[in-house]
């Protein structure tokens, strides 16, 4: 069975950092094309990076260029997102997901349940 | 960036009757390999978000065929053709020809 574990959240003061996990199972995360989404309470869904299979190119949405990393570890099937310079409007949900568009190479469309990650002194 | 914009924002629908929601995009979403990457995402409370159609018109795998998607270039609609109390929740569309872009959601509710 396949699941996606998000872990790591909680609550940090702005300009803090706070290092998200997903947790993969039932396939190798590595190699597929993988994604981080976030929702803002209340709010719609934002796409905030993806990593490809082969590593790279990483892209990152604009609201969170040069303060996120995404990366992963192969032997822990495990993928990260790395957050720095955190701002109260980073305060969301954060899912882990694969955001697939269908292709023959692709996983099916796999979300974890999110780990919420609040910005606030 | 490719920008999604959604119409309604909020869409009260009587149970057994149809609903329709538009999704636009800023600049259309063939991509070079003659594919259109458009996805329908459902949002039930209190859940993560599910894909329900991709590349504009195919169904997931267990989603019920009252779904459906159309459209071409930048006009899609998913339709719901017998609204069911399950169907409550919000609907997201989503570009895949340049990284990834969402509209901003329809809530579907019960009259």
């Known amino acids: 069975e396949v699941q996606l574990v998000e872990s790591g959240g909680g609550l940090v003061q702005p300009g803090g950092s706070l290092r998200l996990s997903c947790a993969a199972s039932?396939?190798?995360?590595?190699?597929?094309?993988m994604n981080w989404v976030r929702q803002a309470p209340g709010q719609g869904l934002e796409w905030v990076s993806s990593?490809?299979?082969?590593?790279?190119?990483?892209n990152y949405a604009e609201s969170v260029q040069g303060r996120f990393t995404i990366s992963r570890d192969s032997a822990k099937n495990s993928l990260y997102l790395q957050m720095n310079s955190l701002r109260t409007e980073d305060t969301a949900v954060y899912y882990c997901?694969?955001?697939?568009?269908?292709?023959?190479?692709?996983?099916?469309?796999?979300w974890g349940l999110g780990t919420l990650v609040t910005v606030s002194s | 960036d490719v920008v999604m914009t959604q119409s309604p924002l909020s869409l009260p629908v009587t149970l057994g009757q149809p609903a329709s929601i538009s999704c636009r995009s800023s600049?259309?979403?063939?991509?070079?390999?003659?594919?259109?990457?458009l996805n329908w995402f459902q949002q039930r409370p209190g859940q993560s978000p599910r894909r329900l159609i991709y590349?504009?018109?195919h169904r997931d795998s267990g989603v019920p065929d009252r779904f459906s998607g159309s459209g071409s270039g930048t006009d899609f609609t998913l339709k719901i053709s017998r609204v069911e109390a399950e169907d409550v929740g919000v609907y997201y569309c989503?570009?895949?020809?340049?990284?990834?872009?969402f509209g901003q959601g329809t809530k579907v509710e019960i009259k």
């Open positions: 997901a694969s955001l697939s568009l269908g292709r023959a190479w692709e996983l099916p469309d796999y």
């Open positions: 989503m570009q895949g020809i340049h990284r990834r872009t």
């Open positions: 990593i490809w299979s082969s590593g790279s190119p990483l």
């Open positions: 590349q504009v018109s």
């Open positions: 600049q259309s979403l063939v991509y070079s390999d003659g594919n259109t990457y």
């Open positions: 039932g396939f190798s995360l590595s190699s597929y094309e």
